[in-house]
């Protein structure tokens, strides 16, 4: 997960938002900065101290001032944690936003906490990561010699946060804003964070057609699909499979687990330039002894693809594994849109830093739009004039500009769970029906749709050799390989990640569809 933060002031003609930056420092210091016309504002004041003092007031502390460059958002959802238990923990004495996170080595007793959103017991540590965000805000609005009685505040949350789990998050915001900030409640709202970038490309005019929209937020954990159809917003479904499993481990739940294809093939190859880099990456790279898993190490690589040039060596080796990834999410979204009564949409916007991968190692463009519509014409009939296909350049931040353009009167839209199979009695259907159902009919559906999938994805992959976007692959291999067991990975992963996770009289808020594509995707990564 990663944590942007703009702005927009209040005016009755709209203006472009932009990203929380600053030119001051928001704390005080007790040295004065270097002289230097070489360096920038943030390096005179970090540079003069101690190297070692610097380390760890990083690690434990802020920065002087969000920058813009080398302190940005978006940022990694992290914590950095004092090592030592401590029942009720404080911000900055015990826990504060890792800022320092993927630039250098944590020092001292601490260490780093990802993904505080999805933890069983990450309240917390959430309460703690938004009270200092909102700390930040204020200092921002104050230098701007803003009026904090005028400020609204608009956060997001996933479509798949259950309702235990929202209204903690607005208990979390409705308190800290009113303790940081003075807001009262009606200063506040909170948007699904997938429908909102639709309203920022509406408002920069940059769709060819509103008559059927998808929006497709990729993120780490999960995968958020909107429909709006002439503007309204009639359809949400989210599903538990992000972009993180390309990166980890399939089921394997161990935090040591290395059973990916991509962390083998590059761990012993991967080189930094940078002396900080260099010792950071030697110290997580031991998942034996680190708390980093390979999801963790990967993101990273990729973040510091200026030393690691790993885009590159994705884009050549692992085209294949990206392709299944997309082709699987195209597939579900043009099944659960087909049950629904909707028609095929006509213009696709990703959000999500999970989504970069497209572009990223996939395809782009008329190669990427011809991909699209053999699923689409496959499962509609006919193909989609004039489709269109919009990778923002900012992918994560057009949640945010979207959510400061989005009328407080508009409506949510509809949540709507599809487990993968065109099938009326497994709407809102109870695990015990799912149970009941899944040897004698449900496992066998779900099967079908997967091969379907599969080829579907077959002539995706013909399609990419053809227009000689992908070099030295066996089809046929591919085709064996994504093809075997999956009538035993549905029953297992069923049983496993389903039967034994939740009550019967439970109702499946996600689909079962991804469940073997899962154990699909670790086979490529392979």
Same mark, same amino acid.
């Given at each position: 997960s990663n944590t942007f933060i703009s702005r927009r002031e209040k005016k009755e003609e709209a203006s472009e938002p932009e990203q929380l930056t600053m030119t001051n420092p928001i704390m005080s210091y007790l040295h004065a900065k270097s002289n230097s016309t070489q360096k920038t504002e943030i390096d005179l004041w970090e540079d003069y101290v101690n190297q070692d003092i610097l380390r760890t007031f990083q690690t434990e502390f802020i920065p002087p001032f969000i920058d813009g460059m080398k302190y940005k958002f978006p940022i990694r959802t992290a914590l950095c944690k004092s090592e030592k238990a401590v029942e009720k923990p404080k911000l900055f004495d015990h826990k504060n936003i890792a800022f320092s996170y993927g630039k250098h080595k944590v020092v001292g007793q601490q260490s780093v906490e990802t993904d505080i959103k999805w933890s069983d017991n990450g309240s917390e540590e959430a309460r703690l990561f938004i009270r200092e965000l909102l700390m930040l805000i204020k200092y921002d609005i104050l230098q701007e010699n803003g009026d904090l009685h005028n400020t609204d505040i608009i956060w997001f949350r996933p479509l798949s946060f259950k309702s235990s789990v929202r209204e903690a998050f607005e208990e979390i915001w409705e308190k800290e804003s009113k303790a940081i900030l003075g807001l009262s409640d009606n200063q506040l709202k909170c948007y699904t964070e997938s429908e909102a970038p639709y309203y920022y490309f509406s408002e920069k005019n940059y769709l060819t057609s509103i008559e059927s929209v998808a929006v497709i937020d990729i993120g780490g954990?999960?995968?958020?699909?909107?429909?709006?159809?002439?503007?309204?917003?009639?359809?949400?479904?989210?599903?538990?499979?992000?972009?993180?499993?390309?990166?980890?481990?399939?089921?394997?739940?161990?935090?040591?687990?290395?059973?990916?294809?991509?962390?083998?093939?590059?761990?012993?190859?991967?080189?930094?330039?940078?002396?900080? $880099?260099?010792?950071?990456?030697?110290?997580?790279?031991? $998942?034996?002894?680190?708390?980093?898993?390979?999801?963790?190490?990967?993101?990273?690589?990729?973040?510091?693809?200026?030393?690691?040039?790993?885009?590159?060596?994705?884009?050549?080796?692992?085209?294949?594994?990206?392709? =299944?990834?997309?082709?699987?999410?195209?597939?579900?979204?043009?099944?659960?849109?087909?049950?629904?009564?909707?028609?095929?949409?006509?213009?696709?916007?990703?959000?999500?830093?999970?989504?970069?991968?497209?572009?990223?190692?996939?395809?782009?463009?008329?190669?990427?739009?011809?991909?699209?519509?053999?699923?689409?014409?496959?499962?509609?009939?006919?193909?989609?004039?004039?489709?269109?296909?919009?990778?923002?350049?900012?992918?994560?931040?057009?949640?945010?500009?979207?959510?400061?353009?989005?009328?407080?009167? $508009?409506?949510?839209?509809?949540? =709507?769970?599809?487990?993968?199979?065109?099938?009326?009695?497994?709407?809102?259907?109870?695990?015990?029906?799912?149970?009941?159902?899944?040897?004698?009919?449900?496992?066998?559906?779900?099967?079908?749709?997967?091969?379907?999938?599969?080829?579907? =994805?077959?002539?995706?992959?013909?399609? $990419?050799?053809?227009?000689?976007?992908?070099?030295?692959?066996n089809i046929e291999d591919i085709k064996t390989l994504i093809s075997s067991n999956i009538d035993d990975a549905l029953k297992t992963d069923f049983q496993k990640e389903i039967v034994d996770k939740y009550d019967d009289d439970k109702i499946l808020e996600d689909s079962l569809f991804f469940l073997p594509i899962v154990d699909q995707i670790l086979k490529l990564t392979r």
């Open positions: 954990g999960s995968t958020d699909i909107v429909y709006f159809e002439n503007g309204k917003p009639l359809l949400a479904n989210s599903v538990h499979f992000g972009c993180d499993v390309l990166w980890g481990n399939g089921y394997n739940k161990l935090t040591n687990a290395d059973d990916n294809g991509i962390y083998q093939r590059y761990k012993d190859v991967i080189r930094f330039r940078t002396t900080n $880099l260099i010792e950071l990456n030697n110290d997580i790279i031991d $998942l034996k002894r680190a708390k980093s898993t390979t999801k963790d190490i990967i993101n990273f690589w990729i973040n510091n693809n200026d030393e690691t040039e790993i885009n590159a060596k994705l884009k050549k080796d692992y085209k294949p594994l990206f392709l =299944y990834h997309y082709a699987a999410i195209i597939f579900y979204l043009a099944e659960m849109f087909k049950s629904k009564g909707l028609q095929s949409p006509r213009t696709i916007i990703f959000s999500g830093n999970g989504s970069r991968y497209i572009d990223n190692y996939l395809a782009k463009g008329e190669d990427l739009n011809i991909l699209t519509q053999v699923i689409l014409k496959g499962v509609f009939g006919d193909a989609i004039n004039n489709l269109q296909i919009i990778l923002p350049e900012y992918r994560k931040e057009s949640t945010c500009y979207g959510g400061l353009f989005r009328r407080p009167d $508009l409506a949510s839209p509809e949540g =709507y769970a599809f487990i993968g199979v065109d099938n009326k009695r497994y709407q809102n259907a109870e695990i015990r029906v799912l149970k009941e159902n899944f040897n004698d009919s449900l496992c066998k559906e779900l099967e079908t749709q997967v091969m379907k999938l599969n080829e579907f =994805y077959i002539e995706m992959l013909r399609l $990419l050799s053809k227009r000689k976007l992908v070099d030295d692959i």
